[in-house]
């Protein structure tokens, strides 16, 4: 009886906590939220009326088929339609968990999911909260990289098309997946084009067109004209906190190498790792590589690793990790999360603080995935000449 508890008592904090952020949502629901401003945006959209302020790259920075996928939630009210904002993100991505540990092992998958969930809560409580679409992005990606690997093009097209949809640093994973199935790039192109279309079902063709020259202006003023209004909370928020900053073609230069460092990776994992184990391993190099080099990343951005990382500690935990290691990285994954509970070391940490504590969890991870392929290898080797 007490091991059946165990089993479920990570999915049922995360599914408690969640029930628990609707009521306090709906209570208050522009309070410390996003939402408010999608609701804006799609009302904007509906309205015909410009979306982006150029002249300061804060507020709605999301691609018009956003707007439009919003306008139902918006159309439904602050307190039904973020309810159900939230529930839709909150469903894929706990369906993505669910589909990655029935892939690892589908005897156990109950504690492995309870165990990843339990793990994540602290971290990702905040995403879900505010009502993020990091939440769906999450997901949306994760499944995209499972039907990928699993080459089943009708779900690609559909998690690649919301994934974009959600965020356009998507195109990271799309840029993965299709360099791991060069047979699913026309479906993943196909994607991106359903994303630049779909705002002309619901708005005449010119203020469309106008749509797309504001949001090309802003990225490009995001990329080469950075907002002091935004703090980043990516690799470059630790040297920004000891006064130290880095330049910006240096950051550049570590964002290309580090981008190609996981491509190569990815491949990797791909050709060398068991098929049971390669997506959530491509995906937690993804999901790495989207946290810590992506220089709009955000304090709740970091959900996307929180929920893979869990997953991956109680792989490592399942498969027998020797030592210890499987355990300090899951204290460090829960603990890490829990820092907003003390407001004042919430303020003094907020930014620098995970993307150092995420790279000294997920590093780990990553290597023992490379490292698991290796003992398999040699066992295999063993057995054969045996």
């Not at 309810?83 to 540990?101: D, E, I, S």
């Not at 990271?172 to 791991?180: D, I, K, N, P």
């Not at 279309?197 to 749509?211: E, H, I, M, R, S």
């Not at 190609?260 to 959530?280: E, I, M």
Request: with cysteine.
């Amino acid at each position: 009886m007490a091991g059946k508890i165990l089993d479920w008592g990570g999915l049922t904090l995360w599914v408690a906590g969640f029930c628990a952020i609707l009521i306090l949502s709906s209570l208050a629901p522009d309070n410390r939220s996003v939402v408010p401003a999608y609701r804006l945006a799609a009302e904007m959209f509906a309205a015909g009326k410009p979306l982006y302020n150029l002249d300061l790259a804060m507020g709605y920075l999301y691609p018009p088929a956003f707007a439009a996928l919003f306008m139902p939630f918006a159309k439904l009210g602050p307190v039904a339609g973020d309810l159900l904002w939230r529930l839709l993100g909150f469903a894929v991505l706990t369906y993505a968990a669910v589909r990655q540990v029935a892939r690892l092992d589908p005897g156990n998958r109950v504690w492995m999911l309870s165990y990843g969930l339990f793990l994540a809560v602290p971290v990702a409580a905040g995403a879900l909260r505010n009502g993020q679409a990091t939440v769906l992005l999450t997901g949306a990606c994760w499944l995209l990289v499972l039907s990928a690997l699993e080459g089943r093009r009708a779900e690609t097209l559909l998690w690649a098309t919301l994934a974009l949809i959600a965020k356009p640093t998507a195109i990271v994973v799309l840029l993965l997946t299709g360099a791991l199935r060069p047979k699913l790039i026309p479906t993943l192109l196909l994607s991106v084009l359903l994303l630049l279309l779909l705002p002309y079902a619901f708005a005449p063709a010119g203020y469309v067109n106008q749509l797309y020259g504001d949001f090309s202006k802003l990225m490009t003023s995001m990329s080469f004209d950075r907002s002091k209004a935004f703090e980043p909370a990516d690799f470059t928020a630790p040297f920004a906190a000891m006064g130290v900053p880095l330049s910006e073609n240096l950051a550049t230069g570590i964002r290309i190498v580090a981008a190609f460092a996981t491509l190569w990776l990815v491949v990797w994992y791909d050709r060398n790792l068991d098929r049971q184990f390669s997506g959530l391993a491509v995906f937690l190099a993804a999901a790495f590589y989207m946290c810590i080099f992506n220089p709009r990343v955000e304090h709740n951005t970091f959900i996307m690793l929180a929920l893979p990382a869990g997953v991956a500690i109680a792989v490592m935990w399942e498969n027998g990790s020797r030592g210890a290691l499987h355990a300090v990285l899951a204290i460090l994954l829960f603990l890490s999360g829990l820092t907003g509970l003390f407001e004042q070391v919430h303020d003094l940490i907020r930014l620098w603080f995970r993307p150092i504590i995420m790279t000294v969890i997920t590093l780990p991870l990553l290597w023992w995935f490379r490292a698991s392929s290796r003992s398999q290898s040699r066992l295999s080797r063993l057995d054969t000449h045996a």
